[in-house]
């Protein structure tokens, strides 16, 4: 298990890189991503969770918990997702993440809503999620928005 203060120090040297003047260079390492994607073992998520809250929680990020977003937009939309499921039993993954063609309200967009939403507002989003057992769990620390 990873120690507290080496959480520490990769979330610091992450959040130096974000507040950097550097992020051209980051973007071209990244093979042209705007964003630096942490991943720690099951048994270190949590600490890493805490260390994420308690060092970039302030004006200048967002923290997202994906989970909590999910549950939210399900419950904003129960009679939608149920009439979809209806309608999609044989390709389940369009009821969170429709081709392009359709309308956009789905999870996926919702959450890409929430992303530039924080953007919008001046702030850099961090996006977390804790995953089943035996999978990793995933931090993306967006870096700037895309420009496309």
């Given at each position: 298990m990873i120690s507290l203060n080496e959480t520490e120090k990769l979330v610091r040297q992450v959040k130096e890189l974000v507040e950097s003047d550097k992020k051209n260079e980051i973007?071209?390492?990244?093979?042209?991503?705007?964003?630096?994607?942490l991943i720690c073992s099951p048994e270190e998520e949590y600490q890493f969770i805490e260390t994420i809250k308690k060092m970039l929680n302030n004006?200048?990020?967002e923290l997202i918990d994906v989970n909590k977003l999910l549950i939210k937009f399900?419950?904003?939309n129960m009679p939608q997702l149920i009439e979809k499921f209806d309608?999609?039993?044989?390709s389940?993954?369009?009821?969170?993440?429709?081709?392009?063609?359709?309308?956009?309200?789905?999870?996926f967009s919702w959450l890409i809503s929430k992303?530039?939403?924080?953007?919008?507002?001046?702030?850099?989003?961090?996006?977390?999620?804790?995953?089943?057992?035996?999978?990793?769990?995933i931090f993306l620390l967006s870096i700037f928005p895309s420009q496309a």
């Amino acid at each position: 298990m990873i120690s507290l203060n080496e959480t520490e120090k990769l979330v610091r040297q992450v959040k130096e890189l974000v507040e950097s003047d550097k992020k051209n260079e980051i973007k071209l390492s990244a093979n042209g991503g705007n964003a630096i994607l942490l991943i720690c073992s099951p048994e270190e998520e949590y600490q890493f969770i805490e260390t994420i809250k308690k060092m970039l929680n302030n004006k200048l990020y967002e923290l997202i918990d994906v989970n909590k977003l999910l549950i939210k937009f399900i419950g904003e939309n129960m009679p939608q997702l149920i009439e979809k499921f209806d309608l999609l039993r044989s390709s389940i993954q369009q009821i969170f993440m429709t081709s392009d063609e359709e309308d956009k309200s789905d999870f996926f967009s919702w959450l890409i809503s929430k992303i530039e939403q924080t953007f919008e507002d001046g702030r850099v989003p961090v996006i977390y999620s804790i995953l089943p057992p035996l999978v990793k769990t995933i931090f993306l620390l967006s870096i700037f928005p895309s420009q496309a």
